[in-house]
């Protein structure tokens, strides 16, 4: 499996299970008649998330039932920078809903907290890496459930096309990255820059000289 055919599939395999997780969160909303989640439940549901995903994504890695490392590493390498982008996003969002919503400094965002974000985040990464260590604790039936799952929606006629549509999105948008720190290796300028600069007029902003305490 070539470098290209790798981030395709990863990106349907990522945009599939967002949108079985999707449901998955409507059905506790359901049950919990819609009661609004504190941080603690959010950041819980979002660990068990990221963790799951990091599980399916290195059942994505073998092929045959044996390990193919050069696929586990770059399956790593690509859900890294899925999970960094996912960051990003989150923070930007953050950022946007304090200046639209008039969030006063000392109030708490329920909505992310960068340290959290970034401890569930390594926390997943470190269980990748673990079940490389021990690949039999990999298979369970929670993680099968969901790749069977996935495999079954990418098959189907009008919604696997469509996912295989974002599939290739998401190729694009990983192929800019490496682009830019390609770039950014030999020239210090980034070929886009749109979001650096974005977090910079927000740095730079007086009203959010202390956004790091925004949690």
Do not use: H
């Amino acid at each position: 499996m070539n470098l290209i055919n790798l981030i395709f599939n990863l990106g349907v395999l990522f945009s599939v299970y967002s949108f079985i997780w999707f449901f998955i969160n409507a059905i506790i909303k359901i049950i919990t008649t819609g009661r609004k989640q504190s941080s603690i439940e959010i950041y819980f549901s979002k660990g068990i998330q990221y963790i799951f995903l990091a599980n399916i994504t290195f059942l994505f890695g073998i092929q045959n039932e044996e390990i193919n490392w050069t696929n586990l590493c770059l399956s790593g390498l690509i859900l890294i920078m899925y999970f960094v982008g996912k960051l990003q996003k989150n923070e930007q969002k953050s950022i946007l809903n304090i200046q639209f919503q008039g969030i006063i400094r000392s109030q708490k965002d329920l909505a992310f907290n960068r340290k959290t974000e970034i401890i569930i985040i390594v926390l997943s990464i470190v269980i990748y890496g673990f079940f490389i260590a021990m690949p039999e604790l990999a298979v369970n039936p929670i993680s099968e459930w969901f790749y069977q799952k996935i495999i079954n929606i990418e098959k189907l006629p009008i919604i696997g096309f469509i996912f295989k549509i974002i599939g290739l999105f998401f190729l694009l948008g990983i192929l800019i990255k490496i682009s830019n720190g390609i770039m950014f290796l030999f020239s210090k300028i980034p070929f886009f820059n749109s979001s650096t600069s974005f977090i910079n007029k927000e740095n730079n902003d007086e009203d959010f000289d202390d956004y790091e305490e925004i949690k």
